[in-house]
């Protein structure tokens, strides 16, 4: 919308002395000139607020701090080609816009595809409506609960924009599918398969999911997924091994743990949740002949996998340390028939009635703890010990952490 001819200027005097209403004349134009993706995503933000007037501040607040100037040169470009008229004051002999006024926000919009306020609800509400139809399909019990917090989070943001919320629908759908297909790997190989691109999940998105979701358990790493372990033997692959003492904890990349041919079987495995507990049980070497792995939270297919294998090279016991909450007993159960399919004993340490009552901790069971106590306690497979301790959590209404032990 570039012209040569010199600009004709219509100024009506404002309200207060040394005031002006400025725009150009002629009338208002009925395309628009070519934006780039940045000036374009700035001005949709800005017809989005559906007001007929918008203040300076509030426009420049919607560009962000580093967006300052850009939205200066958009507001003088859409004042240069007729969009909108501005009104000005007179500061110090030179004359400063205060807000804008949209000279035909209905166009501008239609042509940005930026919908009314009323279809932007519609389809927020059909949006949200059918994540809640799908949620039913969500095969675990703990994935489906995390997501329908998500959804009902979305549904309280009031505010919040048609394609954030798209996004973020579509970053659910995308978790889910990479759940199901037991996937493991990196936020980049995520990202990949959820925005087709390695940086198409901004930082924004990746705090929102972390607010809902263990990412890590999920088989969503920040960085190279491992196991780590410490204890006494050999680990044994085609390329070489290594002898577990020579260090006193040691982190495997999970496709190195799978590629392994040969493991010394321990004494006991012992599978620890908190990373404070394992490390100074790895320092302490308190456990000659066990080995000693740590849980990293729900643990993720991947990792499962990795566990499993090594469990068939090296068949021992099974000791398990997590947190004295629902939670924990349900990892415990989850690695526990992970030992009772190849025929071995397993059993928690650290994780009794007991334990709770010495706790230092006084936290209350939210909603989630109790809807999962009610899960476990109908599970005609929970061992006794962890029975009496569920029924402890209920009966107490509160939970601990490890570090009561440490």
């Not at 949740?273 to 049980?281: H, I, K, T, V, W």
Request: with cysteine.
């Amino acid at each position: 919308m570039h012209t040569d001819r010199p600009l004709e200027w219509m100024d009506e005097a404002g309200p207060r002395r040394g005031t002006r209403v400025r725009r150009r004349a002629g009338e208002v134009p009925q395309a628009l000139g070519l934006l780039g993706r940045e000036d374009r995503d700035l001005l949709k933000a800005w017809l989005r607020r559906d007001n007929q007037t918008s203040k300076r501040q509030t426009l420049l607040e919607a560009a962000g701090a580093t967006g300052l100037e850009q939205a200066e040169a958009l507001c003088d470009r859409l004042l240069r080609e007729g969009w909108i008229a501005r009104r000005e004051r007179l500061v110090g002999g030179s004359w400063q816009w205060e807000a804008i006024i949209w000279l035909d926000l209905g166009g501008l919009k239609q042509l940005l595809g930026v919908g009314s306020r009323s279809q932007r609800e519609q389809y927020r509400g059909q949006a949200l409506c059918q994540a809640r139809a799908w949620l039913p399909q969500v095969g675990d019990a703990a994935l489906g609960a995390a997501m329908a917090q998500a959804i009902d989070a979305l549904e309280q943001e009031a505010a919040i924009q048609v394609a954030t919320l798209q996004r973020r629908l579509g970053l659910l759908q995308a978790l889910r599918g990479w759940c199901e297909r037991g996937e493991q790997g990196t936020r980049r190989d995520f990202a990949l398969q959820a925005a087709d691109r390695t940086k198409g999940i901004g930082a924004a998105d990746w705090r929102w999911l972390e607010q809902f979701f263990a990412l890590e358990a999920l088989g969503v790493s920040a960085f190279l997924p491992l196991l780590s372990l410490s204890g006494t033997g050999r680990l044994q692959s085609t390329a070489g091994s290594i002898d577990l003492p020579a260090v006193s904890l040691l982190a495997l990349p999970l496709a190195d743990v799978l590629a392994l041919t040969a493991c010394t079987a321990p004494t006991c495995w012992w599978l620890i949740e908190n990373r404070a507990s394992f490390e100074r049980q790895c320092l302490q070497r308190a456990q000659p002949g066990a080995c000693i792995v740590w849980l990293p939270g729900r643990p993720s297919p991947g990792w499962q996998r990795a566990m499993a294998h090594l469990l068939r090279l090296a068949p021992a016991p099974l000791r398990i340390s997590a947190d004295i909450d629902p939670a924990g007993v349900d990892m415990a159960l989850t690695m526990g028939r992970l030992w009772q399919r190849q025929g071995l004993e397993w059993r928690c340490s650290h994780m009794d009635e007991a334990d709770l009552e010495a706790a230092r901790q006084l936290w209350p069971l939210n909603a989630y703890d109790h809807a999962l106590l009610e899960r476990l306690l109908a599970d005609a497979g929970l061992p006794p010990e962890l029975r009496r301790l569920c029924e402890a959590m209920r009966r107490l209404g509160r939970k601990a952490e490890q570090e009561g032990w440490l």
